[in-house]
């Protein structure tokens, strides 16, 4: 039986990929701190299936209590959410440090292969549209934002380094927006901000003029490529994004969101936060070469499958 350790499984986008990794037949490992998951997003998994082993990963690894061999080593540790990573800045830096260099040792200790999730916000402010991975990025490296792009920003270098000098079988994933249930609805992140406001009859929050660009993938989606990634040969040392090409503006996207929710479109307009990106796209032609993989969920069943999560809690 296969054995996969996942960093953040308890997380959001983990606690799917976990799913899909038992649904594959494997034995699955996660260590997490539960500081913006919560092992509630597996209980339905029984202990055989999924040993959960509450760690900070940003400190030594406890060895003993982890397999004396891996297949795959999934390093998704990281708060995600500007509200979660201002919270908690200092911790977002270490374990993007400390964390992947960790995860890293670990997995050339298992002869694992290692798949990390960075992020789309390593290109910072881009300044090309959309964004093929050969474009190095346009960051502030001290700005509010920077705890995250800069910390993810060296996690990629280290693991990059670790393929080139240590020969790792390493692959690094820069994931655009992602969405769907077991989000929480307090991460001030744009999808369930709207989706809850929707929900509670409250107009949405845009901030700026609306006209600045995202683009969202489905979870199931996000989760089958990095799935892919994780189980085609040859992709060692290769950085590929993995986000839905179809970009909204935010207005848009609030569009979309009141036409699901059946309700008029009402809006709150707030300033734009320091260092918002004004755009992003991804350019997944790597992604369809290597992985064979593009999005396949509309936008619309995406929110749908969102919304029924989210009206649980109404
Ligand atoms: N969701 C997205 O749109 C998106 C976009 C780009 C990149 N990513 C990346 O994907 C990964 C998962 O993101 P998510 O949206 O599921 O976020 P999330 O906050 O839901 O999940 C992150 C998980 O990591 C855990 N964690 C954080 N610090 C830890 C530590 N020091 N030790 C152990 N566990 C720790 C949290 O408790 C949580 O369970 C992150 O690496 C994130 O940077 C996500």
């Not at 996969?4 to 034995?27: I, K, M, N, P, Q």
């Not at 700026?208 to 085609?232: L, M, N, P």
């Not at 593009?294 to 499958?305: F, I, M, Q, R």
Request: net charge negative.
């Amino acid at each position: 039986m296969e054995i996969a350790v996942v960093t953040g499984g308890a997380g959001f986008v983990g606690s799917h990929l976990v799913d899909r990794l038992v649904a594959e037949g494997w034995r699955v490992w996660v260590l997490d701190n539960c500081s913006t998951g919560s092992w509630q997003n597996l209980a339905h998994h029984s202990s055989e299936e999924v040993v959960r082993l509450p760690w900070d990963v940003s400190e030594p690894w406890p060895l003993e209590q982890l397999p004396s061999r891996a297949d795959v080593v999934f390093h998704l540790a990281s708060p995600a959410s500007p509200v979660h990573y201002r919270r908690l800045a200092v911790e977002t830096l270490m374990v993007n440090s400390m964390g992947t260099k960790h995860a890293l040792d670990a997995s050339l200790a298992w002869g694992a292969r290692f798949v990390i999730t960075s992020t789309s916000e390593a290109y910072g402010d881009p300044q090309i549209t959309p964004q093929p991975e050969s474009y190095w990025g346009h960051v502030n490296p001290v700005g509010p934002r920077s705890c995250y792009d800069e910390s993810k920003r060296f996690a990629e270098a280290l693991t990059a380094e670790y393929v080139r000098s240590r020969k790792l079988d390493a692959r690094i994933l820069r994931l655009f927006n992602c969405y769907g249930p077991r989000m929480q609805h307090e991460d001030g992140r744009v999808v369930p901000n709207f989706v809850w406001q929707a929900l509670h009859g409250q107009p949405l929050t845009i901030y700026g003029d609306g006209q600045q660009t995202r683009s969202f993938c489905y979870v199931s989606d996000e989760v089958e490529a990095i799935w892919r990634a994780a189980v085609v040969d040859g992709l060692a040392g290769e950085v590929i994004n993995v986000g839905n090409p179809e970009e909204r503006t935010i207005r848009q996207f609030a569009e979309a969101v009141a036409a699901v929710a059946g309700v008029p479109l009402t809006v709150e307009w707030r300033p734009l936060p320091p260092d918002d990106p004004t755009n992003r796209c991804p350019d997944i032609s790597k992604a369809r070469t290597l992985l064979q993989w593009e999005p396949k969920v509309s936008l619309t069943e995406g929110l749908k499958e969102t919304f029924k999560y989210f009206q649980r809690d109404v």
